[in-house]
């Protein structure tokens, strides 16, 4: 196939040193306009990625509905026909209506609530009813034979066969995939040209999304992609073609099952958790304190045991996803003599930035940052940003704009960025840069929006309720770190080994992960700098060890650095802090309100079983991720691969056919169809034996 030219990028790139130079303009203002502003309120949000299928009953057939625009176009005409209306009409059971957006996937819809939620309890325990009814909203725009579902991934994406509906055939000058259909990438400007100039950024480097594949009693051994087309995969044949080999029918890669376009990454769906903070050192700290985090939660919400219509050996997307969407040039891979001087745009947080005396230096060694641009780096200190948070943004100012589209480049070429209000340059490099967790700037129209940190590795979940207990677990664990002054720091390169351990088939059960022994801190920043000073002449590696999900979550005895036990102290746990957090307190406002003379013995009692009765249903929220934790409740991976492995017409290798992934969506369907019952949902994904047999 002939190379697609790409006008557009060579003008991006010609230009490439100007649009830096005015985004590092545009941070250094937004910087400065707020970088002492305090109390911002506590605000949070979600974002849920979905996915629309199509289903024949009649054939036991399902396929990506690739009806994005139409669906949103519905949706955004209800919104428009409520104009003229007061804002109590425009509101949905007395909430305002949800956003929704395009996402990579012309099958896809993004949702996030209308406004955000606050740290009350009616609005923590709101979440589940807006998630509900943003799937309500999307699904009364399709058909009785369609439905939308919250899946990482699509069973058969990429698989033999016909997927999508329309069907279409693969090998389009778009994608440029022997898999995958152009026609199943979305309309939206900024992801066909996200697509396009990450393809002209690698310079022909072919991609090689490599998934390795689940071995069962019959799998053929060693696995071969050929065996299953009739050509080898794409970028096999350019790699040999690049080195003049000749084609052999035995040479292709082993045990791994291919992915040749950069679709394999964003076409996969997840859930986000943004977090708004009081002030930039209270977000530093808390962008810090979730990084060891995020690996854990990672595996505890796996829900990708498929790629390309086969099981998998691993339960995550994360590493697929990074893969697909790097844009690194040969020159800025990895080297045998030493890191990459640029890490790849979707990877793990690369460094710590908290202005915290906790945090030491050999924390953040050995860099996994790369080598940040001196240049950018010595600018941003000149003008007075301190050196943690310089290097920081100098990995994301250094990087090519791929996220500029062509309307952008238009209006920078015509009104310049300083003078044109609405074009965020700086955003627009920022938006293209993938961390697992991020931190955000105060929005450049108004700073309405407050400095936030983005939660990013969860797998989105089956269920609402599900998908609301992760949401809220990550609220809840914020506030608590906040309240308790806690402290996760474990060497960064740890971190980045967690999220390659979360990778593991059924890691949740079967993996350890490095995590700090003893979390806990003094109250006040004097007695935690003498015990940072402390710290510092303690063996470093003594304080984390290697623990399990359970321990982590639920909590143990304590470790030994090495993993094995010690009686010498316990673990608390995530979950048992975040319970105490909910017991002082909310707990304490109740008895803080009586205090006041607010309220009467009576009304004061009524109220403590209110908070009673909301603390039980936080706590199911709780209880369902420490079950996972313990092994008790499987992941949405283990039960959806646990039920290929029971179905009727699976043939113990690694194939999952039409009617099993028929079957498979229509379980996950009906999961959705019985809201409300909570209980019995549980039940059902526990004992998935009863299901699609």
């Known amino acids: 196939m002939e190379p697609k030219t790409n006008h557009h990028w060579d003008v991006v790139q010609s230009l490439s040193a100007r649009i830096r130079d005015s985004a590092i303009q545009q941070l250094l203002d937004l910087f400065a306009q707020y970088k002492d502003v305090d109390n911002y309120p506590p605000l949070w949000g979600d974002e849920i990625e979905y996915q629309l299928l199509s289903f024949d009953e009649s054939k036991r057939t399902v396929r990506l509905l690739l009806e994005q625009d139409d669906v949103l176009n519905r949706l955004h005409r209800r919104d428009e026909g409520q104009e003229g209306e007061t804002e109590h009409v425009r509101q949905v059971d007395g909430k305002r209506?949800?956003?929704?957006?395009?996402?990579?996937?012309?099958?896809?819809?993004?949702?996030?609530?209308?406004?955000?939620?606050?740290?009350?309890?009616?609005?923590?325990?709101?979440?589940?009813?807006?998630?509900?009814?943003?799937?309500?909203?999307?699904?009364?725009?399709?058909?009785?034979?369609?439905?939308?579902?919250?899946?990482?991934?699509?069973?058969?994406?990429?698989?033999?066969g016909t997927f999508t509906q329309p069907a279409l055939p693969s090998g389009g000058q778009l994608l440029r995939s022997q898999f995958l259909p152009d026609g199943m990438v979305s309309t939206y400007e900024r992801y066909g040209t996200i697509h396009d100039n990450v393809y002209a950024r690698r310079e022909g480097r072919a991609f090689k999304v490599k998934v390795p594949i689940f071995r069962d009693k019959s799998t053929p051994w060693p696995w071969r992609e050929s065996d299953h087309f009739d050509l080898p995969n794409g970028a096999q044949l350019q790699q040999r073609e690049q080195r003049q080999e000749p084609r052999h029918p035995g040479d292709d890669a082993e045990n791994f099952i291919y992915g040749d376009s950069m679709s394999f990454g964003p076409s996969f769906c997840g859930l986000q958790v943004t977090l708004q903070a009081s002030n930039l050192r209270e977000a530093r700290y808390l962008h810090d304190q979730l990084c060891p985090v995020g690996p854990i939660l990672m595996a505890l919400s796996a829900g990708t045991p498929f790629f390309r219509g086969f099981l998998t050996a691993t339960d995550v997307r994360w590493n697929q996803a990074a893969v697909a969407v790097d844009d690194r040039t040969a020159n800025e891979l990895p080297s045998k003599k030493g890191t990459a001087s640029l890490p790849p745009r979707w990877a793990p947080t690369s460094m710590y930035i908290a202005d915290d005396p906790r945090l030491r230096p050999e924390?953040?060694?050995?860099?996994?940052?790369?080598?940040?641009?001196?240049?950018?780096?010595?600018?941003?200190?000149?003008?007075?940003?301190?050196?943690?948070?310089?290097?920081?943004?100098?990995?994301?100012?250094?990087?090519?704009?791929?996220?500029?589209?062509?309307?952008?480049?238009?209006?920078?070429?015509?009104?310049?960025?300083?003078?044109?209000?609405?074009?965020?340059?700086?955003?627009?490099?920022?938006?293209?840069?993938?961390?697992?967790?991020?931190?955000?700037?105060?929005?450049?129209?108004?700073?309405?929006?407050?400095?936030?940190?983005?939660?990013?590795?969860?797998?989105?979940?089956?269920?609402?309720?599900?998908?609301?207990?992760?949401?809220?677990?990550?609220?809840?664990?914020?506030?608590?770190?906040?309240?308790?002054?806690?402290?996760?720091?474990?060497?960064?390169?740890?971190?980045?080994?967690?999220?390659?351990?979360?990778?593991?088939?059924?890691?949740?059960?079967?993996?350890?992960?490095?995590?700090?022994?003893?979390?806990?801190?003094?109250?006040?920043?004097?007695?935690?700098?003498?015990?940072?000073?402390?710290?510092?002449?303690?063996?470093?590696?003594?304080?984390?060890?290697?623990?399990?999900?359970?321990?982590?979550?639920?909590?143990?005895?304590?470790?030994?650095?090495?993993?094995?036990?010690?009686?010498?102290?316990?673990?608390?746990?995530?979950?048992?802090?975040?319970?105490?957090?909910?017991?002082?307190?909310?707990?304490?406002?109740?008895?803080?309100?009586?205090?006041?003379?607010?309220?009467?013995?009576?009304?004061?009692?009524?109220?403590?079983?209110?908070?009673?009765?909301?603390?039980?249903?936080?706590?199911?929220?709780?209880?369902?991720?420490?079950?996972?934790?313990?092994?008790?409740?499987?992941?949405?991976?283990?039960?959806?691969?646990?039920?290929?492995?029971?179905?009727?017409?699976?043939?113990?290798?690694?194939?999952?056919?039409?009617?099993?992934?028929?079957?498979?969506?229509?379980?996950?369907?009906?999961?959705?169809?019985?809201?409300?019952?909570?209980?019995?949902?549980?039940?059902?994904?526990?004992?998935?034996?009863?299901?699609?047999?």
Not at 108 to 130: F, H, I, K, R
Not at 366 to 379: F, L, N, V
């Open 97 to 160: 209506n949800p956003i929704f957006q395009p996402e990579f996937g012309s099958f896809m819809v993004e949702a996030t609530p209308g406004a955000p939620y606050d740290n009350s309890l009616s609005s923590t325990l709101s979440v589940q009813g807006d998630m509900t009814r943003r799937r309500r909203m999307i699904q009364q725009m399709l058909r009785g034979n369609e439905a939308v579902v919250t899946i990482p991934g699509f069973p058969r994406l990429g698989a033999p």
């Open 363 to 693: 924390y953040n060694l050995p860099s996994i940052a790369g080598h940040p641009d001196r240049t950018i780096t010595q600018k941003l200190q000149s003008k007075g940003m301190d050196a943690p948070l310089a290097s920081y943004y100098a990995n994301i100012l250094a990087r090519d704009p791929i996220a500029m589209t062509e309307k952008d480049l238009e209006s920078y070429i015509e009104a310049d960025a300083e003078a044109d209000p609405d074009l965020d340059v700086f955003e627009i490099l920022h938006s293209a840069v993938w961390p697992h967790v991020d931190f955000k700037l105060p929005s450049k129209k108004d700073g309405q929006a407050g400095w936030r940190v983005e939660l990013r590795p969860l797998e989105v979940q089956l269920t609402d309720f599900d998908n609301a207990a992760f949401v809220v677990f990550v609220a809840l664990l914020t506030r608590t770190i906040l309240h308790f002054n806690l402290n996760f720091y474990i060497p960064i390169g740890k971190v980045a080994e967690n999220m390659a351990r979360a990778h593991t088939r059924n890691a949740v059960v079967e993996e350890r992960f490095f995590f700090r022994r003893d979390v806990s801190s003094s109250s006040s920043s004097s007695s935690a700098a003498a015990a940072a000073e402390q710290a510092t002449h303690e063996p470093f590696e003594a304080e984390y060890a290697l623990m399990s999900a359970d321990e982590i979550m639920n909590g143990s005895r304590s470790l030994r650095s090495d993993g094995t036990q010690s009686t010498s102290s316990s673990f608390e746990g995530l979950i048992p802090l975040v319970k105490r957090y909910i017991r002082e307190f909310y707990a304490g406002e109740c008895e803080r309100g009586h205090e006041r003379g607010q309220k009467h013995e009576q009304e004061h009692e009524h109220e403590r079983g209110k908070v009673d009765v909301t603390a039980d249903q936080l706590f199911k929220y709780l209880d369902m991720i420490g079950a996972r934790a313990a092994g008790t409740l499987p992941t949405p991976a283990t039960w959806m691969r646990q039920f290929v492995q029971r179905h009727e017409r699976y043939s113990r290798d690694s194939v999952v056919s039409e009617r099993i992934c028929y079957d498979l969506m229509c379980a996950i369907r009906d999961l959705e169809d019985r809201e409300g019952d909570q209980d019995g949902e549980q039940e059902r994904i526990q004992h998935g034996d009863s299901i699609g047999n």
